[in-house]
């Protein structure tokens, strides 16, 4: 399975002021995969420490923070020399272990030439931030579910991918149906790399949704590991209303939803700590469509699942709905294509995006994205209906250099509005900043 993140590790390896790498992401999105995948490829031998399957290896061998102390150490440990340009050494959920991920400030400052790369969930290391964390001498990569890209790729469809990121759109849309068809698949697998698997492997929906169950699960018992008592049901209710959340027709997050009465007090807690654990995605609204937006960030937010996959299967949606015509695009109203199209830009525009409504709430942009410090608005249509009232409101109020408008109508450009189809999200900040 090919990632994208692997050629952020090659880079890595190849900088010659090499700080230890941080590999973050939530649970199960393929962390220890791609470190083991990387290492097995790329370096002469590989030391692997689990934190979270020893409880005695931080003991043993991180009684100090000195890097080269517990290089020493590892090697009486494993009776293998640790080679400073040939050996990856890994340190997997290290959120497990405060003293090695203390160590990681003195690999950066006394030991640079050893090849360490650790990974560990967000919400760990997030609990870490103010005690062990070595702020500023660790590099990062973010690792999220597999894009619309990794996904073709990883089941057979190598070649439209690469049609794909070939930006040429006259040849794109002569394949669309081949696009539409992956896109619906998507659409229920998601990108979480065991579901992509067992999905490359039998096709058979019926098991990708026993691995989303378990997924779910597994979530549900890190709630209950991890959270305070008291903020678990919190926790369990805000999950269970976002699909509800997602399908209404201004999909601004509302207490209210929650339960009857809710208030912002008693659920800022239980979503902090969804968003720390990597579980869910919080877009900000902003009133004033400025750079930077975060400057202009209200109380306003959206809240998304991690993965389209888990939102479709906690939503109740069944596999036949892909064979019903765009369906699977327009179920919830749309909420589908919002949450695929959020992963895209997550994933490609190397960070969260925001949306803008006016202030009666009665015209709402999607997405607003900074594209080379330009604001561009983002429309996303579940069908070919290209009907765009609210963006055609903010095209006149603030004249945007450029719009944006997805959906599964043909590619085009109408005034300021360039038409993309859905499947090609993730070109969207690409093909953005050749045009302007």
Do not use: C
């Not at 080269?68 to 050494?89: D, F, G, M, W």
């Not at 209210?256 to 609204?285: C, F, M, N």
């Amino acid at each position: 399975m090919e990632r994208d993140a692997y050629r952020q590790l090659l880079t890595w390896k190849q900088q010659p002021s090499r700080k230890p790498l941080l590999l973050t992401g939530a649970r199960q999105v393929g962390k220890t995969w791609l470190m083991e995948e990387f290492g097995r490829r790329e370096y002469a031998s590989v030391v692997k420490l689990s934190f979270n399957e020893d409880d005695r290896l931080e003991r043993l061998l991180f009684p100090d923070r000195n890097a080269r102390a517990v290089i020493k150490r590892l090697e009486i440990y494993r009776e293998q020399p640790i080679e400073p340009s040939a050996t990856l050494l890994i340190l997997d959920e290290i959120q497990d272990a405060p003293s090695a991920l203390a160590s990681l400030k003195s690999f950066a400052e006394t030991a640079p030439e050893y090849h360490v790369i650790a990974a560990g969930s967000l919400l760990g290391l997030a609990l870490h931030r103010d005690s062990s964390f070595p702020v500023g001498k660790v590099s990062f990569v973010d690792l999220g579910p597999l894009t619309f890209s990794e996904f073709l790729r990883a089941t057979g469809r190598a070649r439209l991918d690469e049609l794909l990121a070939s930006d040429d759109m006259q040849a794109i849309a002569e394949m669309a149906d081949l696009f539409v068809a992956a896109l619906k698949s998507y659409h229920l697998v998601g990108g979480m790399p065991e579901a992509v698997a067992e999905f490359a492997s039998s096709g058979d929906y019926s098991s990708v949704q026993s691995i989303q169950d378990e997924i779910v699960r597994a979530y549900d018992l890190d709630v209950s590991k991890h959270a305070a008592p008291e903020l678990v049901p919190r926790i369990r209710r805000v999950l269970t209303s976002i699909p509800q959340q997602l399908a209404r027709e201004k999909s601004r997050f509302l207490y209210s939803h929650i339960e009857p009465g809710a208030r912002s007090r008693s659920y800022e807690q239980a979503i902090q700590w969804l968003i720390d654990a990597g579980i869910v995605t919080k877009v900000p609204r902003v009133t004033t469509p400025r750079v930077p937006l975060k400057a202009y960030e209200d109380d306003a937010f959206k809240l998304f699942f991690v993965d389209i996959g888990l939102l479709a299967r906690t939503s109740g949606l069944v596999p036949a709905t892909i064979l019903d015509g765009s369906r699977v695009f327009t179920e919830f109203k749309g909420a589908l294509a919002e949450q695929y199209v959020l992963q895209e830009f997550v994933a490609t525009q190397a960070g969260v995006p925001h949306y803008w409504s006016n202030d009666r709430n009665t015209a709402e942009i999607d997405f607003l994205i900074d594209v080379d410090n330009r604001v561009i608005p983002v429309e996303v249509k579940a069908e070919r209906n290209r009907k765009a009232k609210s963006l055609n409101a903010y095209i006149d109020r603030f004249a945007p250099d450029a719009a944006l408008r997805l959906s599964l109508g043909d590619p085009g450009t109408h005034g300021p509005i360039l038409d993309l189809p859905l499947y090609a999200a993730g070109r969207a900040g690409a093909i953005l900043r050749a045009r302007l």
